[in-house]
């Protein structure tokens, strides 16, 4: 399994923006769906967006519009752009890899707080 380290978290106000970098510990070209999940306090993780191997993403309707998921392949690294953050949004972000064969691999989180 592959190894996903995140970073980029941390405390912001509403109305800003962060961007989240998960680091892979080998090539992700041939991962098939690359993504970010959220949990906040009391709640159950969600998916917020992801990325297939062929650029085709898919996106939590309260992440429409305001995040971007992109993938660089030569730098084994998936990013989620965050703009106009919420106090919603508050929450310990989690990369995730799936890859047929071979399951999910989860990274140890990074955690947003945004304030009002």
């Known amino acids: 399994q592959v190894q996903l380290v995140e970073s980029g978290g941390g405390l912001v106000q509403a109305g800003g923006s962060l961007r989240l970098s998960c680091a892979a510990s080998?090539?992700?070209?041939?991962?098939?769906?690359m993504g970010w999940h959220c949990q906040a306090p009391g709640k159950q993780r969600e998916l917020v967006a992801s990325?297939?191997?062929?650029?085709?993403?898919n996106y939590a309707d309260s992440a429409k519009g305001r995040f971007t998921i992109s993938r660089d392949n030569a730098k084994n690294t998936v990013y989620l752009q965050m703009n106009s953050l919420k106090p919603e949004d508050t929450a310990v972000y989690y990369c995730?890899?799936?890859?047929?064969?071979?399951?999910?691999?989860w990274g140890q989180g990074t955690q947003v707080t945004v304030s009002s």
């Open positions: 995730m890899s799936f890859q047929l064969g071979s399951g999910n691999s």
């Open positions: 080998r090539r992700i070209f041939g991962i098939n769906v």
């Open positions: 990325i297939s191997s062929r650029g085709t993403t």
